[in-house]
């Protein structure tokens, strides 16, 4: 079992920055892949970036190029610069473990509470 704490959301006007970090709980941070997902009001949980345990990338059409996702696995956390921020990035957003199989991550359910970050002016 790994429990994750996010933090860093907030409110941003349209064009800013958030950095939102995810430390987690355990001794195999490492090991895992890890995603950030974001939840719409009203709308499913999609997959917004992940990183496998060696460090590759890939992100959502959506974010391509204004995401950056990184982790730092001495502090067991990871982390998603979020810069030209628009208001349809608004969303709860949460980290996730997983894995990297097959060129796909995959999630386990492994959840943190989620942080809000609202994009207005």
């Known amino acids: 079992q790994v429990q994750f704490v996010e933090s860093g959301g907030g409110l941003v006007q349209p064009g800013g920055s958030l950095r939102l970090s995810c430390a987690a709980s355990g001794s195999r941070f490492r090991t895992y892949a890890m995603g950030w997902y974001r939840q719409p009001p009203g709308k499913q949980r999609d997959l917004v970036a992940y990183i496998t345990s060696g460090g590759s990338t890939k992100y959502a059409d959506s974010v391509k190029g204004r995401f950056t996702i990184s982790r730092d696995n001495a502090k067991n956390t990871v982390y998603l610069q979020m810069n030209s921020l628009k208001p349809e990035d608004t969303a709860v957003y949460y980290c996730?473990?997983?894995?990297?199989?097959?060129?796909?991550?995959?999630?386990?359910?492994?959840w943190g509470q989620g942080t809000q970050v609202t994009v207005s002016s």
């Open positions: 996730n473990a997983g894995n990297y199989i097959g060129g796909s991550y995959n999630a386990y359910n492994y």
